[in-house]
């Protein structure tokens, strides 16, 4: 399953409990690159929370330095967590006059 940070928990469950015997499931997905509305939960983050814990189930997080594409890819997923970086919102300091 591709592009699974695109699913909806409902859409993972359903595509997860379908597995049949000697089968090999493989869920790709980046979190950061969700399209989903802003309320939704992405399916793949919740999955991760939730199927972590059984130990035949294997979740492997790649870094940014694991994305082997053009080159020009690295510096587009740079510019997109800088740009992130800078809009989080600051909590106001609580200073004491």
């Not at 802003?38 to 330095?65: C, M, N, W, Y």
């Not at 053009?70 to 510019?79: E, G, L, M, P, R």
């Amino acid at each position: 399953l591709d592009e699974a940070q695109n699913s909806t928990p409902e859409q993972m469950k359903m595509f997860l409990t379908r597995i049949g015997h000697s089968s090999q499931v493989v869920v790709t997905g980046d979190v950061t690159q969700t399209d989903l509305p802003r309320h939704r939960t992405s399916g793949l983050q919740d999955a991760v929370r939730v199927l972590s814990p059984i130990p035949e189930i294997d979740v492997i997080h790649f870094k940014q330095t694991d994305v082997v594409r053009h080159s020009i890819v690295q510096k587009v997923i740079d510019a997109y967590q800088q740009d992130e970086d800078q809009r989080a919102p600051t909590l106001p300091l609580d200073v004491e006059s």
